[in-house]
Each structure stands twice: as structure tokens, then as C-alpha cells.
């Protein structure tokens, strides 16, 4: 397993649990049974996305990996929806988020470990007590994230938070979305654009023949023949042997073949 730190969890529980989140994110979460998971998005009233979350169902509560990054923003937004609402948000501080593949799907929490699956994968994440979790390697941490980035999964980051439609994010893609579910903030925005077809901007997974890696929104040119096309950049990992990944949001055609990547006025090419 693998100790993946810019993962945390939470737990949601009490009775009211699940119509809670149900109500609050993009995907159908009284659906799930029990061991089973969804990503779902959490969207402000705009409907531009303010996090990414993989919900699952333990028994009646709700475990929820999500950034380490934005937990703090987020679960204090959800707090303010509460209510009257009998339900309970606790950040897991004394759990750390694993990485593994091949898992038999979630089990109920015993003693220090559970492990959520990661839907149509063999890859699952594991809460285990920190004290138990493994130390950090760079080289497998990396190959992890690109393996999140070519499914499209980008958890987003401060930087990224509230910036971007499910659909420009390409998250509709990981079931993310259901567009049959009753209301949730941003409801009406995302679906609209759904149906009227007027997303214009697509998700774009670039792979670099030469390091590149910019921080999140820088905005980067993607050429192809003698076009050029803007772009913002999401989220970024590197590969041995000085190779980058960078998951970019573009007006670009995606039928277009992307040959090269300009940053700062530097050219690196498209592997």
C-alpha cells in the first residue's frame, strides 16, 4: 500500500446522513448500497466545482476521500447547510489515505483499517491509523497520481476550487454526475448546460516528452500544426526519466492530435 498524503477522509454519520449528502453533491448518493461507492461532486450555486469526493457507504454512515487540501473549506461550507439535520462531519485526522490495487470492495471499519474501491477499478483507497501507514515514496506516489490523471481524476486545490464545471473537468465521465437526481447547489446550471450541448471546454491529459510541470492555472498553449490553442493547467505530475503529465482545461477539439506544449516561452513536445 501506498501512503497517498494529499488524500484525506470524512466521516458522515448520525440518521440523517445520507439525505444530507444527497442533497448537498451531483451524484445519487441514497442509491448506494452498502460497501459501495460514487464520485459525486460538491458544486457551489454557480455551478463550478468547489471539490471532488469519493463517497461510500459504510453500513449508515458515509466515508468520504476527498483533497487535504480543501477539507478544512469544505466541511465548514457543509456545516452551514446543517440545519436541523441530525448528521455529524468529522474529519478522519488519525487516519491516513493508502493507496492499493485489487481489493475484494470496502469492509466495515475494524480496528484501524477500511478500504473504499475505487468504482469500475481494481485501485481502492484505505483509511488506516497513521501510526501503521508506511513512510511516503515519491516514485510510486507519482505513478499513482498519473494513474488518477489518465482515469480523470483531478482532486483540485485551493487554486482550482470553484473554477470549473463539472463537464469542463470531464467528471459527468466518472459517474460523478447524475442527471436524474433531485436538487443540490448548482443543479440547475450544471444541467442545463448538459442538455443544451453548450460545454465548450473539455478536459485534455498532455503527456510531455521533457519536464513541465506548472502550478495549477498557469495558462499554457497547446500547438498542433500551425494552431495554437489556450489552455489552464489542473493538476500536474511527473514521470521518470523527466517526463510530465499535466491534466489541462481547453477550447481545443479533442479530436485534434496536440504536438506541442508552450510554457513560458519554451516548446516541449507532445510524447
Known amino acids: 500500500m501506498l501512503v497517498l498524503p494529499y488524500l484525506t477522509a470524512i466521516r458522515v454519520s448520525d440518521v440523517d446522513a445520507g439525505a444530507f449528502l444527497h442533497s448537498q453533491l451531483s451524484a445519487d448518493v441514497l442509491a448506494l448500497s452498502n460497501g459501495q461507492s460514487t464520485f459525486a461532486c460538491y458544486c457551489e450555486p454557480k455551478g463550478r466545482v468547489l471539490a471532488l469526493m469519493l463517497v461510500c457507504r459504510i453500513d449508515e454512515d458515509y466515508y468520504i476521500i476527498m483533497s487535504a487540501a480543501l477539507v478544512s473549506a469544505v466541511t ?19 487516519l491516513a489515505v493508502m493507496g492499493m490495487v485489487a481489493t475484494d470492495g470496502a469492509q466495515p471499519l475494524s ?4 478500504s473504499i474501491p475505487q468504482p469500475d477499478s481494481d485501485a481502492c483507497y484505505v483509511l488506516m491509523a497513521e501510526q501503521l501507514a508506511s513512510d ?8 499513482w497520481k498519473l494513474s488518477e490523471l489518465t482515469r480523470g481524476i483531478t482532486w ?15 467528471f459527468e465521465q466518472l459517474g460523478a454526475v447524475n442527471y436524474r437526481k433531485g436538487c443540490y ?7 442545463r448546460t448538459h442538455y ?8 485534455r491529459l498532455l503527456s510531455s516528452a521533457q519536464a513541465v510541470c506548472p ?4 495558462k499554457i498553449q497547446i500547438l498542433s500544426a500551425d ?13 521518470q526519466q523527466d517526463r510530465s503529465s499535466l491534466f489541462c482545461v481547453t477550447r481545443m477539439d479533442p479530436e485534434l492530435a496536440a504536438d506541442n506544449i508552450k510554457y513560458l516561452d519554451q516548446i516541449f513536445p507532445v510524447s
Not at 480496528?111 to 477500511?114: K, S
Not at 447547489?185 to 444541467?191: D, L, R
Not at 494552431?227 to 500536474?236: N, S
Open 76 to 94: 465548514e461550507r457543509l456545516k452551514i447547510y446543517l440545519m436541523r439535520s441530525k448528521v455529524s462531519i468529522d474529519v478522519q485526522d488519525s
Open 111 to 114: 480496528g484501524t483499517q477500511i
Open 136 to 143: 511516503i515514496d515519491p516514485v510510486a506516489l507519482d505513478v
Open 156 to 170: 483540485l486545490c485551493p487554486e482550482t476550487s470553484g473554477a470549473f464545471l463539472p463537464q469542463m473537468l470531464g
Open 185 to 191: 447547489p448548482g443543479q440547475e446550471i450544471v444541467a
Open 196 to 203: 443544451l450541448g453548450k460545454v465548450k471546454r473539455h478536459p
Open 215 to 218: 502550478q495549477s492555472m498557469d
Open 227 to 239: 494552431e495554437q490553442f489556450d489552455a489552464l493547467v489542473v493538476d500536474c505530475v511527473n514521470q
